[in-house]
């Protein structure tokens, strides 16, 4: 496979690829730089990948940008994450626009300034009715929260006589998660060499395939995407199936 070119049928490309961007810090730092220069070269992936994705025929395209988690980390990094997450969005909506890409931000924003959730109110509502790739980030999000948010949302309702504790059901409780109106992901990437979730999309990775590489995020480009793809189509997707069974449906 040749400079990220991705060949293959359309059915056969995954729907929704989510991905957790690790290693800009250590990426910095092998080129003796502080850990924010890293960050921003992660900046400039997401919009290779962005691309990658759009030209792949993905249809939505989820990043871990922040989670719940990171508030732990140096006060000074997570002051120059936030700043770096209000330009990026302010200094890329037009490009959004041009690209047709739809915006959504996930997470309890509760926990992000008020100056932030307002620029995040201004690119989902200007790029709401792009009929393009979806781009999902993932910012303050857990995947513990989302289960736990649901979770009210349906107490609630039990609670006002709206359904029955008899009612709920799995698709019931996950009509109620962050991206209930999305396929759930098909392909799960996480770059720097970490094999773990991170508490991220913890319900909706039930079924992913997933897809683990030692390349830091800055340096994951679309031929590394390309090269995850292709790991993806060799793969037997068998939700609970035998492979006799998976075989049977393809050829009816």
Not at 70 to 87: A, G, I, T, Y
Request: net charge neutral.
């Amino acid at each position: 496979m040749d400079s990220g070119q991705i060949e293959v049928q359309s059915s056969k490309i995954p729907r929704h690829v989510a991905i957790i961007m690790d290693g800009n810090g250590r990426w910095a730092k092998q080129r003796n730089r502080p850990r924010f220069y890293g960050h921003r070269a992660g900046v400039e992936a997401v919009e290779e990948i962005l691309h990658a994705c759009t030209n792949a025929g993905v249809q939505v395209l989820t990043l871990f940008a922040f989670s719940s988690e990171n508030w732990h980390r140096p006060s000074q990094e997570v002051q120059l994450l936030m700043d770096l997450f209000k330009s990026a969005l302010s200094s890329r909506l037009d490009r959004l626009q041009e690209w047709n890409v739809r915006l959504r931000i996930i997470g309890d924003r509760n926990g992000l300034s008020e100056e932030l959730r307002s620029e995040i109110a201004k690119a989902e509502a200007l790029t709401a009715t792009n009929r393009g790739i979806t781009l999902v980030v993932a910012a303050n999000y857990g995947g513990r929260w989302d289960i736990t948010q649901a979770a009210k949302q349906v107490a609630v309702k039990v609670e006002n006589g709206q359904m029955t504790s008899d009612s709920i059901t799995p698709e019931v409780f996950a009509a109620h998660l962050s991206i209930a109106d999305l396929p759930e992901p098909d392909l799960f990437i996480r770059t720097g060499g970490e094999q773990r979730v991170s508490n991220f999309l913890l319900w909706q990775l039930a079924y992913t395939e997933f897809y683990f590489t030692d390349t830091l995020w800055p340096d994951f480009d679309k031929t590394a995407f390309a090269v995850a793809i292709e790991t993806f189509f060799q793969r037997e997707r068998r939700f609970g199936r035998t492979s006799e069974q998976v075989e049977s449906l393809r050829r009816v």
